[in-house]
T-cell receptor
Framework: NAGVMQNPRHLVRRRGQEARLRCSPM?????VYWYRQLPEEGLKFMVY????????ESGMPKERFSAEFPKEGPSILRIQQVVRGDSAAYFC???????????????FGSGTQLSVL | GNSVTQMEGPVTLSEEAFLTINCTYT??????LFWYVQYPGEGLQLLLK?????DKGSNKGFEATYRKETTSFHLEKGSVQVSDSAVYFC??????????????FGQGTILTVHP
């Protein structure tokens, strides 16, 4: 069973371009979370999605950032008109269920390092 | 809001030394607490967790006890190995939230163990 797959591992963009980050959750997982790690900081929650639904986007910047998790295919984090401050590591995590059973576990991908020139 | 504070690194130890990485938290309610580890080039992996006060999480020789009175969850290991070199993250789950996966992380502590 493959783990959470993120691609690309490294992405370089010039200011003003668009960045698309992909995340394929583990097989059987229908919940996806995106986190951002700025230099010298911990991971910060961005958004929580289930198939075709955004459940919690309280950590997403109000402009230029969007996320989706379609019925088919990977989850996509999209950043329009990137700026240098968007340079960070972006991590995706998946889980099979939400809170309640006490046995939940998050599985993280290896991340995408976005560099904005 | 919720927050997690970890001791600043980097931490450098010799093999077989005792390890402590401090973690304190601020949260309303009763969060679950976690330690995640990130090895070079890999994603975060759950190391251990505790879901209520006085619980002790343990795995691979690492331990941490949920101390509600001091709002702490310090990570300890009696004898570290070179293979323990990694970045360690303390985290908590939103006690009032509906999503287990919405975690608040500390800034991470880099551990380097020398032979």
């Amino acid at each position: 069973n493959a783990g959470v797959m993120q691609n690309p591992r490294h992405l370089v963009r010039r200011r003003g371009q668009e960045a698309r980050l992909r995340c394929s959750p583990m097989k059987g997982h229908s919940h996806v979370y995106w986190y951002r790690q700025l230099p010298e900081e911990g991971l910060k929650f961005m958004v929580y999605l289930q198939k075709e639904n955004i459940i919690d986007e309280s950590g997403m910047p109000k402009e230029r950032f969007s996320a989706e998790f379609p019925k088919e295919g990977p989850s996509i984090l999209r950043i329009q008109q990137v700026v240098r401050g968007d340079s960070a590591a972006y991590f995706c995590a998946s889980s099979p269920t939400t809170a309640g059973t006490g046995n939940e576990k998050l599985f993280f991908g290896s991340g995408t390092q976005l560099s904005v020139l | 809001g919720n927050s997690v504070t970890q001791m600043e690194g980097p931490v450098t130890l010799s093999e077989e030394a005792f390890l402590t990485i401090n973690c304190t938290y601020t949260a309303t309610g009763y969060p679950s607490l976690f330690w995640y580890v990130q090895y070079p080039g890999e994603g975060l992996q759950l190391l251990l967790k505790a879901t209520k006060a006085d619980d002790k999480g343990s795995n691979k020789g690492f331990e941490a006890t949920y101390r509600k009175e001091t709002t702490s969850f310090h990570l300890e290991k009696g004898s570290v190995q070179v293979s323990d070199s990694a970045v360690y993250f303390c985290a908590l789950s939103d006690p009032g939230g509906t999503s287990y996966g919405k975690l608040t992380f500390g800034q991470g502590t880099i551990l380097t163990v020398h032979p």
